[in-house]
């Protein structure tokens, strides 16, 4: 069995920064890409920002140059950094990853955690 806990969302003012964390735990073989979702206040899904295994990042544009993923694969975990936090990144933000759970299993399978509340006002 797989998890993901997310920790690390909580109150901030905007301009303000915030690191947010996942851990994955549980019978895993590798991580493929992981992924930062988020859902706002309006329900509304989106992705927020990509690693590859490769270390290859990819943004969401309204996080650009604000949001750092990175990637601890020793530590099976996963970190998105936040700076000039604004009110519209308040949401919900989910850790979402990949994961082979067997060497006799080359497919992945899609796994969440159960979310993290960033609220940025002042």
């Known amino acids: 069995q797989v998890q993901l806990v997310e920790s690390g969302g909580t109150l901030v003012q905007p301009g303000g920064s915030l690191r947010l964390s996942c851990a994955a735990s549980?019978?895993?073989?590798?991580?493929?890409?992981m992924n930062w979702y988020r859902q706002g206040p309006g329900n509304t899904s989106e992705l927020v920002a990509t690693?590859?295994?490769?270390?290859?990042?990819n943004y969401a544009d309204s996080v650009k140059g604000r949001f750092t993923i990175s990637r601890d694969d020793a530590k099976k975990m996963c970190s998105l950094e936040m700076n000039s936090l604004k009110p519209e990144d308040t949401a919900i933000y989910y850790c979402?990853?990949?994961?082979?759970?067997?060497?006799?299993?080359?497919?992945?399978?899609?796994?969440w955690g159960q979310g993290t509340q960033v609220t940025v006002s002042s």
């Open positions: 690693i590859t295994s490769a270390g290859i990042t």
């Open positions: 549980g019978r895993i073989f590798s991580i493929d890409t």
């Open positions: 979402n990853a990949d994961i082979r759970i067997s060497a006799f299993l080359r497919r992945t399978s899609s796994y």
